[in-house]
């Protein structure tokens, strides 16, 4: 059984419209930061994409054919910064996808044999635990999650993160709401990338 909301140890995964929504917010995003010109300079933002090879384990396996990061630079000769804008897709530099980032990380926290970790999502077990410590210590220090904790009142859980604060959203569209609201951390060349994100849900 897929699911887009919150995970069991019995239904792990998203399906390939769940993956199209993401491309299409991914795509919006990205034309809100082309229109508001160069956070540098005021310039024309051109796209200048750049490759990607995801991985996604066998948690949405349609991801792995997401081959560019969409981007944009600045057409202003003496300028030329590039503005890669907040993603839904991809949550930093990971080579897995943010989606499966997410669910292996909350399969990761039910689950306590690495051989069974890996037969249900496809990743191996050292690599969630490397993720499930990024949010006890990165995260935690992050602005996202100091935003977090001023909005959402009581502040999820961090021991059972990202539990916790994907239980926060309607279920119904959780990982939707949870990718926009990892957003600004997807980046560090937009400003602001909070506003952008709101301004294409």
């Known amino acids: 059984m897929k699911t887009t909301g919150i995970p069991d140890s019995h239904a792990l995964g998203v399906d390939v419209q ?29 796209r200048a994409d750049y490759p990607r090879k995801p991985r996604a384990g066998g948690l949405a396996a349609g991801a792995e054919g997401w081959c560019t990061r969409l981007s944009l630079c600045c057409s202003r000769d003496g300028c030329r910064k590039r503005a890669t804008p907040p993603s839904v897709r991809f949550l930093g530099r990971r080579v897995y996808v943010e989606v499966v980032v997410i669910l292996a990380s909350i399969h990761g926290q039910l689950s306590e044999r690495a051989g069974a970790l890996r037969r249900a999502t496809g990743i191996p077990a050292r690599t969630v635990r490397r993720w499930l410590s990024w949010w006890q210590s990165a ?37 939707l709401d949870m990718g926009r609201f990892l957003g600004p951390l997807t980046t560090g060349s937009v400003p602001d990338g909070s506003r952008f994100m709101l301004l294409v849900m």
């Open 18 to 46: 769940f993956l199209q929504i993401l491309v299409a917010l991914d795509e919006r995003v990205t034309e809100a930061v082309r229109a508001a010109c160069c956070p540098s300079c005021g310039g024309r933002l051109d």
């Open 139 to 175: 995260f935690l220090a992050s602005a996202v999650w100091q935003e977090a904790c001023a909005r959402l009142v009581p502040a999820p859980d961090t021991k059972q993160l990202p539990a916790s604060l994907l239980a926060r959203f309607s279920a119904a569209t959780a990982l």
